[in-house]
């Protein structure tokens, strides 16, 4: 398990989706797309209930280890594409390695380093919502495999270098430039007994729980589909509907 500090800052993100309303939001505005500092970012939340893709959440979740006293770095996969990902390794105060996902929504975050002795390479339970994962760690790569409830497995792969600050800085900016339709938003909502994962993706909502994929086409209007993901997220409606509305035209561009 995390040390306590490291739960402790996590937890403050808790109730926060990871989503690309906010990036089309600030190119509209903008005329272009730019990574947002961390003050304009606690200002779009505070406002609107807004948080960001996996590079904004990174950078405030960084900020907020450094506050905390916490030594943390940026880590991830394919940063200069299109695909690009990135999360955090956060490191307690005896040297051991968490990995922090925020976007892709962990419950919590988990060890790494295979020599440790609390290490397992077991599927463990109530770390990421609806599937059981296994840590693969490697020299320089971490595997994730996540068991799906139909058998199904997934994997993400990380590198684990720490991604030079420059570099990191680069890779957001771009990020924040590549607007590609359809909007994606994800979050973690309770579900009975459980943390399950809430999607929106496609134009389909998907609750992702232990007892599988729950499925909701999105026939409502773009007015009403707000409205669902406004309960669901906190995000302002009225700027979610009208991002949705410039992502249906992109893709009829």
């Not at 990036?23 to 970012?41: F, S, T």
């Not at 690009?84 to 996902?101: F, N, S």
């Not at 270098?161 to 420059?166: C, F, L, R, S, V």
């Not at 998907?206 to 007015?223: A, D, F, P, R, V």
Request: proline content about 4%; hydrophobic content about 35%; charged content about 30%.
């Amino acid at each position: 398990m995390p040390s306590e500090d490291i739960l402790k800052t996590w937890r403050k993100f808790d109730h926060f989706p990871m989503e690309t309303v906010s990036k089309l939001w600030v190119y509209n505005k903008h005329k272009a797309g730019r990574q947002r500092d961390i003050a304009q970012m606690r200002e779009d939340r505070q406002k609107y209930g807004l948080s960001g893709n996996c590079f904004d959440l990174a950078i405030w979740l960084l900020d907020e280890f450094k506050k905390d006293g916490i030594k943390a770095y940026p880590i991830g996969h394919d940063i200069d594409a299109e695909g690009a990902h990135v999360a955090v390794i956060a490191v307690d105060e005896t040297g051991g390695r968490y990995l922090c996902d925020l976007g892709d929504q962990w419950i919590t975050p988990i060890l790494i380093d295979s020599h440790r002795q609390d290490f397992s390479e077991e599927k463990l339970s109530g770390v990421f919502p609806a599937a059981k994962i296994q840590v693969k760690p490697g020299r320089e790569h971490l595997e994730i495999l996540y068991h799906r409830p139909n058998g199904k497995v997934s994997k993400q792969t990380y590198d684990t270098t720490p991604i030079e600050a420059e570099e990191f800085r680069t890779a957001a900016e771009a990020s924040q430039n590549r607007i590609s339709p359809p909007p994606l938003i994800e979050c973690r909502v309770g579900y009975k007994d459980e943390t399950a994962h809430w999607e929106f993706d496609d134009w389909e909502i998907t609750w992702s729980t232990t007892e599988g994929l729950i499925k909701k086409e999105s026939n409502e209007t773009m007015s009403e589909l707000a409205d669902v993901i406004e309960t669901t997220t906190g995000m302002d409606k009225g700027i979610v509907q009208t991002v949705l509305e410039l992502y249906r035209k992109r893709e009829k561009e």
